[in-house]
Every structure is written in structure tokens, then in C-alpha cells.
């Protein structure tokens, strides 16, 4: 599986798309585009490298990370595959983008596919297992690939830190929980591909990272 990254928007989503090297068949996580530039990136990417898009999937459905979800389905027919606890941060992402001075491009896009705890998302040769990971949102999922040894975590963990636990559907106690039972124990040399900002390892969050002590 090759992985890459791109930050999109004000607020610096990760966006992912992850494809298989052979088959070519590609997933995009988290489609954060929201200027015109950032969606002839994302596009021209896929065009550039002959991917096939076949999925389009949210760690959860915070406005930030599905602000790109309506170019993906005006382009590629796709509609976003996510958890059905957040479906009301969907319905509510055009009030509250704009409750943070922000102007949600677009439409939203219903979810097309609902995804549990321990789904499998398959394109080519290449398998991401669903983790239900709420506590950031109740929602929340992590995207775990065993055979290739990485994981990504939208806001549940990141490089030295955790999500934020504030917002509506939002639970401290839950989030910790979460990533005890879900995410430490994955192997530690297991790369994290965060929501935002850089990635890491689950070792080191496991060692270092002072919120899971």
C-alpha cells in the first residue's frame, strides 16, 4: 500500500489517498479540499498516478474533514462511507462551519455506506480494518491496515497529543478508553497517519505521549 498526504484547508486537515501499487484501485480519507486549488491537487494526483477511486471514507464527519466529501461525489460518483454516529454533524455542518466564521462549500453528501467496528474496506490487494475509536466524536473511527503495519486515526490520536473532547458527542473518559483497547495495543511499530499534523508510531505514543500514561 503507498500512502500520501496532503494538508488541506484553514484548519489543516490530513487528507490520504491510499492506493494499491499493482491494481491501482485507490481509497481517499478524509477529503479535506476546500479551495479549487487544493481540489485540482487531490484530482490531479489521482489522474497523474492512474488511480482508480473506489472509496471515499471519514474517520468521522467533522465539517473540516468533509469538505472535499461533495467534489468526490460530483467527480467520482462517490458518496462518503462513515460511522452513522456522527450523522449529526452532517446534517448540522453548514450551521456550524458557519458558528466558526467559515462558509461550508457546497453541499453535504448523505453517507452512501455505514461502517461498524470490524468492517473491512477492500481495494486491490490492500485491506483497511474499521475501529470504532468515539470518544473525539461518537462516531469516530481508525483505519487500520495489518498487512501493511499503519493506522489512521483522524482526530482520536495524534503525534504527542489526543483529540480534542469539547465538542458535541465529545468524551474524555470514552476517547482514553478508546485508545487503550483499540490502538495501543497494535503492534508498535505501527505507523499513525493522524488527522492532523505529522505522523508517528503507536510505540512512541505508547511510551511518550503524556495523555496515555
Known sequence: MHVERFEFNMLGVNTYVAFDETTREAVVIDAGCY??????????????NNLKLIHLL?????????FGN????????????ANAGDEDWLKGAVERTRMFGLVFPGETVEIGSYLQDGDIVRFGNCELHC??????????????A?????VFTGDALFFG????????????DELIDSLHEKLLVLPEDTIVYPGHG?????GHEKHYNYYLA
Open 70 to 81: 461533495g467534489f468526490v461525489y460530483a467527480r467520482y460518483g462517490l458518496k462518503p462511507e
Open 58 to 66: 471519514n474517520t468521522h464527519l467533522h465539517f473540516d474533514h468533509i
Open 146 to 150: 495489518p498487512k501493511d503495519q499503519v
Open 161 to 172: 497529543s489526543i483529540g480534542r473532547t469539547d465538542l458535541p458527542g465529545g468524551n474524555y
Open 198 to 202: 505529522e505522523a508517528t508510531t503507536i
Open 131 to 144: 475501529l470504532s475509536v468515539p470518544g473525539h466524536s461518537r462516531g469516530s473511527l481508525a483505519f487500520y
Open 35 to 48: 479551495y479549487e486549488r487544493e481540489r485540482n491537487i487531490l484530482e490531479n494526483y489521482l489522474t497523474e
